[in-house]
């Protein structure tokens, strides 16, 4: 009877080690999980163009690794553009441009490649500009006008100010939850050379409702919109990508103190439409 007892107490103990054993190693199995983000973005830039576009990049470098940890997924940044090439890109399911594009042949390239790959894609602003003469001319024939489908730029409003979006495509993953309209963040916004509305490869997601005009302050006339038809946030149904026009800063130019006087990331509503374009991409290719 003794021994019994004995050899019962010795297997509750190893059944009870056992357990222990087993509820460390899942614990620690579900918190490797947790910890794994869900895909992996960088976030390509330049900030060298424009206190506006430097606010931004700054803010855009504090917002996103602070929403990286909420949504589970990785957040890196590069102003080597070097890195724009293929066995780099490899490593990552999105990449940004916060500022600008690449201008290097090859750079172009291996964009080029990795989103005809299945790569996910997310613009910013200026990262859409291009003006034949200026610094950033339209060079590029495939991303402004087959990838982008604006072609150059063609104006903008000043100064930046918010406006009333309306959401031109509500079953998008990006827009499925968002209001029918809403208040933008501040911005100056932009006006294209092609009417993407004619271009069958386009989705406008987002576009000025005209309950925003006049939009602008001026002081050049041109810089006030009044009426027409303004796309500002679109993708392109040949590939996983995204553009928005928003990412530019009220700056105080006045008083030349540099200062920024808006954020991009103001509007709530907004920055739901940032997050769930961003789980759209990232979940459209693994490694």
């Known amino acids: 009877m003794i021994i019994c007892k004995k050899i019962n107490r010795q297997l509750s103990f190893s059944i009870l080690l056992g357990l222990l054993f087993w509820c460390f190693n899942f614990d620690s199995i579900a918190q490797a999980k947790r910890k794994t983000p869900a895909f992996k973005i960088i976030a390509f830039f330049t ?4 206190q506006a576009h430097i606010s931004f990049v700054d803010e855009a470098n504090s917002w996103f690794p602070a929403t990286a940890k909420k949504y589970n997924f990785k957040y890196d940044t590069t102003s080597n553009w070097n890195n724009l090439n293929t066995e780099f890109l490899a490593r990552y399911q999105v990449v940004m441009f916060l500022d600008t594009r690449p201008d290097d042949a090859r750079q172009r390239a291996a964009f080029q490649k990795y ?14 500009f291009a003006l034949t003469p200026s610094d950033f001319p339209q ?4 991303y402004h006008n087959q990838f982008l489908g604006s072609g150059s ?21 990006a827009t499925k939850n968002l209001p029918h309209i809403f208040s933008s963040a501040p911005n100056e916004w932009y006006r294209w050379e092609n009417d993407l509305r004619t271009n069958p ?4 997601l987002l576009s000025i409702d005209s309950t925003s005009f006049p939009l602008g302050t001026g002081p050049k006339p041109s810089e006030i919109w009044h009426s027409g038809y303004y796309p500002e946030v679109w993708t392109n149904k040949k590939y996983k990508m995204i553009y928005f026009n928003m990412g530019h800063n009220d700056i105080d130019f006045e008083n030349k103190t540099n200062k920024t006087l808006s954020s991009t990331f103001s509007s709530a509503v907004q920055n739901k439409l940032i997050i769930d374009g961003l789980l759209w991409l990232g979940s459209s290719r693994k490694p």
């Open 139 to 142: 060079n590029w024939d495939w």
């Open 201 to 204: 490869d386009i989705s406008i």
């Open 47 to 50: 900030a060298r163009v424009e």
């Open 153 to 173: 730029y063609a104006g903008n409003t000043w100064r930046p100010t918010s406006a009333i979006l309306r959401v031109e495509n509500s079953t998008h993953p």
């Open 115 to 128: 989103m005809e790959q299945g790569g996910g894609w997310m613009g910013f602003h200026f990262s859409g």
